[in-house]
């Protein structure tokens, strides 16, 4: 199961680290959106690299602890997770270095990574059934 576990992580990362391209793409290409920071941006996408790691590290251990009660609610999983960081990112976008379209941005991307992730890891981490039904 840790093997599982890991890739898990490996995947979640994968998608929560990827998804915001595109998103944040399409919207400098439409509005002009720079990333937040004066610094170099190998060390911002380091940085985000690092804090991806972090929740998807959080994502799949706390799926995998409680997983008999979310592997069939996975999409509600994703919702909580979803509207965590949706405030965080109206949070952020208060304060005068982080602007409202890259709140909105990071709310698209994240409306689409939580669930598309749950999902992945539900259908990894889920229990094995016996024969008769119950879960091993």
Same mark, same amino acid.
């Given at each position: 199961?840790?093997?599982?576990?890991? $890739?898990?992580?490996?995947?979640?990362?994968?998608?929560?680290?990827?998804?915001?391209?595109?998103?944040?793409?399409?919207?400098?290409?439409?509005?002009?959106?720079?990333?937040?920071?004066?610094?170099?941006? &190998?060390?911002?996408?380091?940085?985000? $690299?690092?804090?991806?790691?972090?929740?998807?590290?959080?994502?799949?251990?706390?799926?995998?602890?409680?997983?008999?009660?979310?592997?069939?609610? #996975?999409?509600?999983?994703?919702?909580? #997770? #979803?509207?965590?960081?949706?405030?965080?990112? $109206?949070?952020?976008?208060?304060?005068?270095?982080?602007? #409202?379209?890259?709140?909105?941005?990071?709310?698209?991307?994240? &409306?689409?990574?939580?669930?598309?992730? &749950? $999902?992945?890891?539900?259908?990894?981490?889920?229990?094995?059934?016996?024969?008769?039904?119950?879960?091993?």
């Amino acid at each position: 199961m840790i093997q599982k576990i890991v $890739l898990a992580i490996g995947l979640t990362l994968v998608v929560m680290y990827v998804i915001p391209f595109p998103i944040y793409g399409i919207l400098s290409g439409l509005t002009g959106l720079q990333t937040p920071t004066e610094g170099s941006v &190998a060390l911002f996408m380091l940085s985000v $690299l690092v804090i991806k790691l972090g929740v998807s590290v959080a994502f799949v251990l706390l799926f995998y602890c409680a997983r008999d009660a979310w592997v069939q609610r #996975w999409f509600k999983y994703a919702l909580i #997770w #979803w509207g965590m960081f949706a405030v965080v990112e $109206l949070g952020q976008a208060i304060t005068p270095d982080y602007s #409202w379209l890259a709140a909105i941005g990071g709310i698209i991307a994240e &409306a689409i990574y939580f669930p598309l992730a &749950a $999902l992945f890891i539900a259908r990894l981490l889920r229990p094995r059934e016996s024969l008769d039904g119950s879960t091993l």
